[in-house]
């Protein structure tokens, strides 16, 4: 049996189906139009009925091309797919916090997978920016939520401002006293440090998920603290009720050297973990 911890990747997902979107630049046009327009062609063959669009990510480092994407996707599907449904963002907010999660959850995708079926969402649209290069990736993630199974993906190079600063990630967060998701620009010279386990032993393996032979992983959304320790704790995917609440149990007794902030103090981030049973053979 193996327990996993596996870092942030973090990301900045923003429902904005009623976002007021700014014009993107002028260069920028065109691209983003071919995206929305490869995006929509593709989801329009899943006959969908009700649609969530998301932007994950690095989308927080220009906050504009994402809602300009997602402007796009939202006109473009209300005139292909007559009668088709949106999601908003209070909905899965309300439905996350209903389930045990934080808001700031709605900015994972792996959280939105596993939920957005209980509010009638078919297709999840998932758009991301990621620094690359000299520019930007701006992306598209389709995702049938019935089946949990990604459909497609598209890409466009979009310019990149110069005023962008290669060294300081970006930090976000929901509330003043709210757990922090942040994104890098580039390679950081920077000692911004991600929770690292420093006392997480495995978990107990229940005779009785073991006598059964059950295995696979447990996917967990925890806060780490200031003070490096596991709390708020949602869980994404689970096994069974044994298996879950070892891990469940594991993760409160493990201690974190915390994720270092700005200015250079420990702060509390939200990050997935990970628990993987496996029987010995």
């Known amino acids: 049996m193996r327990s996993h911890y596996h870092s942030l990747q973090f990301a900045i997902l923003v429902l904005v189906l009623s976002a007021v979107c700014l014009p993107a630049k002028g260069q920028d046009v065109p691209q983003i139009e071919s995206l929305a327009t490869r995006t929509v062609d593709r989801v329009v063959k899943s006959h969908p009925r009700q649609v969530l669009i998301g932007i994950q990510q690095g989308c927080i480092l220009d906050a504009e091309l994402c809602e300009h994407l997602a402007l796009n996707l939202h006109t473009l599907l209300g005139a292909a797919v007559p009668g088709i449904q949106f999601s908003n963002k209070e909905n899965v907010v309300s439905l996350l916090q209903n389930q045990g999660f934080l808001a700031i959850d709605a900015y994972q995708d792996a959280v939105l997978r596993a939920v957005v079926s209980k509010l009638g969402v078919d297709v999840l649209v998932i758009e991301n920016l990621i620094w690359k290069g000299s520019n930007y990736e701006l992306s598209s993630k389709i995702i049938d939520v019935s089946k949990d199974k990604e459909l497609d993906a598209f890409t466009v190079s979009i310019s990149r401002s110069v005023t962008d ?117």
């Open 165 to 281: 600063n290669e060294e300081k990630p970006v930090f976000f967060r929901e509330t003043e006293s709210g757990p922090f998701l942040f994104v890098f620009r580039g390679i950081s010279k920077h000692s911004y440090g991600h929770p690292l386990c420093e006392k997480c032993p495995d978990p107990n393996y229940p005779e009785a998920a073991r006598h059964k032979g059950l295995e696979g992983t447990i996917v967990f959304l925890v806060t780490v603290s200031e003070q490096g320790v596991a709390e708020q704790i949602g869980l994404v995917k689970g096994i069974d009720a044994g298996l879950n609440g070892s891990a469940l149990q594991a993760i409160r007794n493990w201690r974190f050297k915390p994720a270092i902030g700005p200015d250079g103090k420990p702060i509390a981030v939200r990050t997935p973990i990970e628990i993987t049973f496996r029987i010995a053979r």
